[in-house]
Structure formats: structure tokens, C-alpha cells
């Protein structure tokens, strides 16, 4: 009967994934210098399981090209080859490549080889080059190596020392060597080396103690030998050298017993280092639609919905028989309801809440990458990974924060020789921060460049037509200009360009998550851009307001003040637009009756109260007939089953069973016609 | 209401038995016309009860309701086919219809008059209207007569898309 395999596909793929954000994370962890052996380890782990993985489910393409960066990283991991600048691309690269075939795999479309076919051609370079291992200083011609590498010139000599522990293992070495033997159609030599056979009485019979030294007289593929020591690559030393020069083997074989010694050391020693925890865990940062909860938040749920079920039955006791003697019971009752809703409804959200990790560790790649193009020098801090935040704030966080990282390392840190000439340590450090704050979640970037020019951006918003000649702005002011959607044009100053590139869209999409960014810069010290954002998209802050007959919800985020007027605040501006003197500024006014068209009558305007919002730095004021309860709500989609309504960003269902609906501020602006207006310095009496 | 999803129940198990494939229909009464949807995509059937307005909607829009914690917009069918509106009373009711369209299923209810029936009828018996191409022709899929007298079909998936 046979199995069919295609039902584990999927969990190969996701483990696939995790293994190559593993492999990634650990190339980036990866000191060239000293490199850690467990975080060799790691990498070697990873692309051995995905290998066999392949192997087993028959993507030969991909076990293939697994197979070649599996060797070289088995000759780094075992000290034969040292790790360097060039290696780490190259691995990073095919880590990006595996996963293109992964991705090709999955979606079922035809692989394209092409990029896979040139880094194994790169591999197979590298590890022609230099014979690894203790063939010390040669240097051959590398044209005449890689042929002779490929087939071993005249054949190959072969060192095979295994672990003591082979045999326990189930590896046969006579079952290799015969394999070997039909694979060079028997023309190979075989000797033994004794030297490690203990005295007679001291010999463990199911140890292995011998060590075998291959000769194979035959041009055979490098790989084929490769592949019949496979499995035993973990359990013993093989040593391949292409036979050529006699030299070699004498080399090789002169200094048995102490050749022996000091790898002996290493593979003993590695088990030790292995049993470390590893301190960074293997995240994945793929955005699947299912997610995973930790054991601990489902047991705290089945308690809290126990608790729930046994509030309900102690309930429905007290009113089979209920009489007013019992009020006092039910109230109780009613609130240990209320308690039980409320820490279940928690619960069921923290669900959704998964650590901000999952975005940050994209970064250090990301860094990586940007600041070797740019050639800087970059070392990037992270703190607060662990901070926990809602799945799909998550998901729509992380193009903003690639953003605002670029434009850290393009534009924030200076040059390496800039920064020496001003002082500063020549690597720039970004800074990455995370953390709670009364119900938000606040995200830091904080670079020590060179900050934003403020002189820069004036200049350029005055060309741009965003400020008028002259005006005065305070610095905060002049900050929030490279936000406005109009600053980023293509004549921008280099300097200073991409400061303002699509910094409108990073603050619209913060915004579409109802949160907000400030940024903060000192000239020459750096800038820091600091993300708030809500837990959740579920629920939300909510004011409620009632307009006519109709209840609408503004998010409490968005509202400045609420006032209600007492004196002629009010101007009239063009004969239909009124405008309100808020203090030392002129704020629109908005009538959401008329906007929304509400039956509603009218009422005089000092009657009314008037809730000041703001987004995108815009402030308008809307009218309404009066301001109900604070309360949470949890957003409901309006568009499933209707469509977008301008205005308005979703519904609510209030205690009463009605929908109410939720005013989007943003929009509601762009309705008013607000959004149309010019930032005048002289507009602002200040 | 478990009036009507008794003369459902009982309309639907005995079911024509003779060999023709047969539809399902269930009929509501529109000023003095029957109008017949598509039994399989009813969900449920419930009494009016006001809704929440939605910002510059079209006037067929009467508003959303809560549906059970889903959000569900009510499109008045006397206005939505400029018949005279009238004042709800106690057997205006509301279907709930759940149809599948390419971006998913999406669920509106419908205000009619009052319930009528439920009918079967073969595939294929359903005339072409033959009225042209004016607003109202789109969202009507045939005509089919019933015990002598003429029942609309109505095309469901153009009756509850909402243009721009």
C-alpha cells in the first residue's frame, strides 16, 4: 500500500520555512572571526533535515542544491574551512534561492532553476578551490583543481576515521566500501590502520576501532563518493583528497596518531557545546492564516469558560425558584458574570496577540543588506521583542517599519568617514525598542545620525508650496512637514531625499491602524521615530455621540476635546464654511448631520457641542447634537456584507442589540474639503 | 413567524416525485405581485424591526441590522423596483439571503410585503421576460406561471449588488 505523501507537504514546507529562517538568523548571528559551533550547528541542522526532507517527498532540485551548501557548511562545521565574508553572502543568498524554489513548489509552478543553477555552480567553485582539510598551503592551479576535484584526477584517496560509537549507530563500514567498490568498478585499494586498537583486554567489542585508508584508482565523481559516506558524515572523519601527488597521502597518513588526537578532542567536545540553549529561537516570520497558541493561553481559556459555565448554572438555579427575598444572590450572580465575560473576553483577545518578534526578525537581514550596498557601518539594537501585539497589526506594521529603517540607514546614519570627521564612533547604531504603554503598544526607531535638516525641509516645503515664505513654524511643526503628502517631490535635495519619500504612506497606514507617529531629531545626535499603536483592531476606544436619532461612535484616540460653545467663537468663512478660533488656531467646522445626511433639525450652533478631532496632523471640528458614554466596542465589518462607506470605518453592536456605526476621522476630513487647505504660518496666531 | 417555516417544511418534503428536476421557490407578495427567490438561498426569514441608517446610501438601503453579532444591510424591495412605498406593518417581513458571489458570500436582507409561498418548479420552465433592458429586467430571471397565475423570479446576485 502506498503512502500518499502529498498530505505531509504542507508541514515539510512549514518546517522548511522555520529551518531557513533558522539558517538565516543564525548567518547573521555569525561572528567570521569566531564563528560559535553551535550556531554552525544550527545552520548545518537546518539544511540537513530540509535535504532530507526533499529527498523523501522527491523535490530533487531542491535536495540537490541542499546537498552542495550542506557540504561546505559540514567543512566549516567540522574546522576544515574557515568562514568568511564571501561564504556568508553566498549562504544567505541560497537561502533566499531555497525558499524561491520552496515558494515555487508550493504554489505548484514550474521551478526556475536558473538562480539555484549558478549558486551551486558558486558552491562547487568554492569547494574545488581550496582542498579542504589538512592539505596545508598547496597552491595548484585552481583551472587544473576544479577538473581534477570534479573526478579526482586519477581517482581519490580516502581517510575514513570513524566515531568509536559507528557500529552502535547501525553503519556498516564493509557495506559503504562494497558500494564504493561497485561504484569504481572494484579498482581501489583498502588499508587498515590499527593504531587506535586498544590492548586486547581493554577492547569493547562493540566499538569501532579501526581506521581505513581508501585508495580508489578510478575517476569517479566526487559526489558519488559523497554520497555513499552520507550517512555517516556525522559519525566519523572522512578525509577525501584528489589522488594526483603522491605527496598527499603521505601527508596524510605520516601523522596518524596525532591526526587522530586533536579531532578526536573536537567531536567530543561537541556534544557539550550542543546541550547550550541557543538563545535566539528560531521565528518564523511568514504570515500564515492560521497562528499558533501557546498551551498555556488555551487552559487559561477552558478554565475561564468552567468558571463561565458554573456562574450560568448557578444562575439558572437561582431563577427556577426566584423571589425578591433573592435579588441580593442574582445581583452577585450578575457580576461574577460580568467578571467571568470580561476575563474570557481578555483571553479570547490575547489569542490574537503574538510577540513583535515576528516583525524584528526580518531586520537584522534588512540592515545587513541596506547598509552593505550603502557601505556603512551598521550595528542594529533590538529590545522588547517579546512586547506582544494583535496578528494583523502585526501583519501591516512591517512595511512602514522597513520604511522607516531604510530611511534610518539611507538618510539617518552618515558615512563611516563623515562620522569619524564629526566624532562619532564610526559604526551607526539603529535602534529598535518595543513596548506597553497605558493600552498601546509603542514601537521606537532610533538612529544616531546626523537627524533631520530642519533648514532643509523648510526650504523645500516652501518650494513645494506646503508653507507659505516666511512663516514661522516651530520645530515640531517643521518635523510633521516631511509627514505631509505633497513634501516628497523628484527634485528632492539627496541629502535629504527619502526623508519624505512615502512618509505620507507610512503615516496614512499607521493611521489606518489607528495610530499615530511622532518623530523627534537632533541635529547631528540622530532622529528617533516613535509608532503607537492600538493592542488590537478588534475593539476600540470609542465616544459616543448622538446625532438626530442616530448614535455614531468616534474613536477616542482621535479626539482632541469636546466643547461646547458659549460665545461667537465662530466665523463665517466664504459664506458657507464655518470656521472655529480654537485658542491661537482656525479649526473647520463640520456639521455631521449635514455631512452624513441625517434628519435632523436644526438647532443653534451654541446648542450643540463640538468635538475637535485630529488626524494627519489636520484638526476639524464636528458638530453633534450630544456626547453619550466612553465605552470599548468591538469593530464589526460593514464592507462584508455591504460595501465601503465613505466616512465611516465600520459598525458596532451597542448593549441594546442596535449597530451603531464608527466615523473614520480621516476621511470624514477628506469629506469636510479640509484636507484641501495649505498650512499657513500666518494662520496661527502665534 | 413559525407559521411560514411550517408551510415551508411541509412544501419542501413533498417535494415533486415524477422524474422532472424542479427548483424551489420561495414566493412573497409585492403590491399584488408574487416575486420568487431561490429557496436555497433564504436563510432565514424575520419580522421588521427598524435598522440603522448607513450615511449617504441609496433610499432602497434602509440600513444595517445586527444579525446575531454580523452586521446586515436591509434593502427595501419596493423602493429598490420604484413601487409606492408603504408604512410597515405587522407582516412586513424581512429575508434574510445569503448568495455567493466572487468576492464571497454576502448576506442582505430584503423587506416584502408578506410571505406567500413555496413552490416548485421545473428547470428550464422559466420564460424570458422578454421587457428589454431597463432597470428593472436585471434583476429579474424569468417569469414562470403557477397555478395560473404568474410568479417573478428574481436574479439575486444584481438585485443586492450596490453600485457606486
Request: charged share 25%.
Amino acid at each position: 500500500m502506498s503512502i500518499d505523501l502529498s498530505q505531509f507537504h504542507q508541514v515539510f514546507y512549514e518546517e522548511s520555512y522555520e529551518g531557513l529562517d533558522a539558517m538565516e538568523q543564525g548567518l547573521l548571528d555569525l561572528d567570521l572571526v569566531d564563528p560559535d559551533a553551535e550556531v554552525i550547528n544550527t545552520i548545518f541542522r537546518a539544511a540537513h533535515s530540509m535535504k532530507g526532507g526533499a529527498g523523501t517527498f522527491g523535490f530533487t532540485h531542491v535536495a540537490e542544491f541542499t546537498h552542495v551548501l550542506e557540504t561546505l557548511l559540514d567543512q566549516i562545521r567540522s574546522g576544515q574551512r574557515a568562514m568568511s565574508q564571501g561564504i556568508q553572502n553566498l549562504l544567505l543568498t541560497s537561502v533566499d534561492c531555497i525558499r524561491g524554489l520552496m515558494q515555487g513548489l508550493q504554489s505548484g509552478a514550474e521551478a526556475d532553476l536558473t538562480d539555484a543553477h549558478d549558486l551551486k555552480q558558486q558552491f562547487e567553485a568554492i569547494l574545488s578551490n581550496e582542498t579542504p582539510a589538512d592539505v596545508s598551503d598547496e597552491t595548484i592551479d585552481t583551472n587544473q583543481t576544479s577538473v581534477e576535484e570534479e573526478t579526482g584526477g586519477s581517482g581519490w584517496h580516502i581517510r575514513f576515521i570513524p566515531e568509536l560509537t559507528l557500529l552502535q549507530t547501525g553503519n556498516e563500514p564493509v557495506r559503504m566500501f562494497r558500494q564504493l567498490a561497485d561504484a569504481c568498478d572494484g579498482q581501489m585499494k583498502i588499508s587498515v590502520d590499527t593504531t587506535r586498537l586498544p590492548v586486547f583486554t581493554s577492547m569493547d567489542p562493540e566499538m569501532c576501532y579501526l581506521v581505513w585508508e581508501v585508495q580508489v584508482d578510478k575517476a569517479i565523481d566526487r559526489s558519488v563518493i559523497d554520497e555513499i559516506f552520507e550517512w555517516v558524515i556525522d559519525d566519523a572523519e572522512i578525509i577525501i583528497t584528489p589522488l594526483g601527488e603522491s605527496s598527499v597521502i603521505k601527508e596524510v597518513v605520516e601523522p596518524v596518531p596525532q591526526a587522530i588526537q586533536p579531532k578526536e578532542e573536537k567531536t567530543l567536545s561537541k556534544p557539550v557545546e550542543k546541550e547550550k540553549p541557543s538563545t535566539k529561537q528560531p521565528a518564523k516570520t511568514q504570515e500564515s492564516s492560521s497562528i499558533r497558541v501557546s498551551i498555556d493561553k488555551v487552559d487559561s481559556l477552558i478554565n475561564m469558560v468552567g468558571e463561565l459555565v458554573i456562574t450560568q448554572s448557578m444562575l439558572g438555579q437561582l431563577g427556577q425558584n426566584f423571589d425578591i427575598t433573592r435579588v441580593q444572590r442574582l445581583q452577585e450572580g450578575l457580576a461574577q458574570l460580568e467578571h467571568n465575560t470580561r476575563e474570557l473576553q481578555e483571553s479570547v483577545m490575547k489569542i490574537r496577540m503574538m510577540p513583535i518578534s515576528f516583525v524584528f526578525s526580518r531586520f537584522p537581514r534588512l540592515v545587513r543588506d541596506v547598509s552593505i550596498s550603502l557601505d556603512k557601518k551598521i550595528n542594529l539594537e533590538m529590545s522588547g521583542e517579546n512586547t506582544e501585539l494583535d496578528k494583523t497589526v502585526m501583519e501591516k506594521i512591517g512595511d512602514p517599519m522597513v520604511h522607516l529603517i531604510r530611511n534610518s540607514i539611507d538618510h539617518g546614519i552618515e558615512m563611516p568617514a563623515d562620522r569619524i570627521a564629526a566624532g562619532k564612533a564610526e559604526t551607526g547604531t539603529v535602534k529598535l525598542d518595543a513596548y506597553h504603554q497605558s493600552g498601546n503598544i509603542v514601537i521606537e526607531i532610533k538612529d544616531d545620525g546626523a537627524g533631520l535638516n530642519t533648514d532643509r525641509i523648510l526650504q523645500k516645503a516652501i518650494e513645494n508650496g506646503l508653507v507659505a515664505e516666511g512663516a514661522n513654524l516651530s520645530q515640531e511643526q517643521i518635523f510633521d512637514l516631511i509627514f505631509q503628502p505633497g513634501f516628497s517631490t523628484a527634485d528632492v535635495v539627496s541629502d535629504l531625499s527619502g526623508r519624505g519619500v512615502g512618509m505620507d504612506v507610512v503615516r496614512r497606514n499607521i493611521a489606518a491602524l489607528n495610530g499615530s507617529i511622532e518623530v523627534s531629531s537632533e541635529r547631528g545626535k540622530g532622529s528617533r521615530f516613535v509608532i503607537r499603536l492600538p493592542l488590537t483592531l478588534a475593539i476600540l476606544d470609542g465616544q459616543l455621540v448622538q446625532v438626530g436619532k442616530e448614535i455614531y461612535i468616534f474613536p477616542l484616540v482621535s479626539i482632541v476635546e469636546s466643547i461646547q460653545l458659549d460665545d461667537l467663537s465662530i466665523n463665517n468663512v466664504g459664506g458657507h464654511s464655518d470656521v472655529l478660533q480654537l485658542r491661537d488656531e482656525y479649526v473647520p467646522i463640520v456639521h455631521l448631520d449635514d455631512i452624513f445626511n441625517i434628519a435632523n433639525e436644526k438647532r443653534p450652533i451654541e446648542e450643540s457641542i463640538i468635538v475637535v478631532v485630529e488626524t494627519d496632523g489636520e484638526k476639524i471640528g464636528v458638530v453633534v447634537d450630544e456626547l453619550l458614554g466612553q465605552q470599548q466596542v468591538v469593530i464589526k465589518s460593514l464592507e462584508e456584507n455591504y460595501k465601503r462607506v465613505d466616512g465611516i470605518s465600520g459598525a458596532t453592536i451597542l448593549g441594546d442589540g442596535t449597530v451603531a456605526l464608527i466615523v473614520d476621522i480621516s476621511s470624514l476630513t477628506k469629506m469636510s474639503g479640509a484636507s484641501s487647505k495649505i498650512i499657513d504660518g500666518s494662520h496661527k496666531a502665534a | 413567524m413559525s407559521e411560514v417555516s411550517e408551510i415551508i417544511d411541509t412544501e419542501v418534503s413533498s417535494a415533486q416525485d415524477d422524474g422532472i428536476l424542479t427548483e424551489q421557490y420561495l414566493t412573497f407578495i409585492m403590491s399584488g405581485e408574487e416575486y420568487g427567490v431561490d429557496i436555497l438561498a433564504v436563510q432565514e426569514i424575520r419580522g421588521w424591526e427598524s435598522a440603522t441608517p448607513i450615511p449617504n446610501s441609496p433610499k432602497f438601503i434602509k440600513g444595517v441590522i445586527n444579525l446575531r453579532g454580523t452586521i446586515v444591510p436591509i434593502i427595501d424591495l419596493r423602493q429598490r423596483f420604484d413601487l409606492a412605498e408603504i408604512e410597515y406593518g405587522d407582516e412586513t417581513v424581512v429575508v434574510v439571503l445569503r448568495i455567493y458571489t466572487q468576492n464571497g458570500t454576502r448576506t442582505m436582507g430584503i423587506i416584502v410585503d408578506a410571505i406567500s409561498d413555496v413552490y416548485d418548479v421545473p428547470i428550464g420552465d422559466a420564460r424570458n421576460t422578454g421587457m428589454g433592458d431597463n432597470q428593472n429586467s436585471n434583476f429579474i430571471k424569468g417569469l414562470v406561471t403557477v397555478n395560473k397565475h404568474m410568479v417573478i423570479l428574481l436574479e439575486l446576485e444584481n438585485l443586492l449588488t450596490i453600485e457606486d
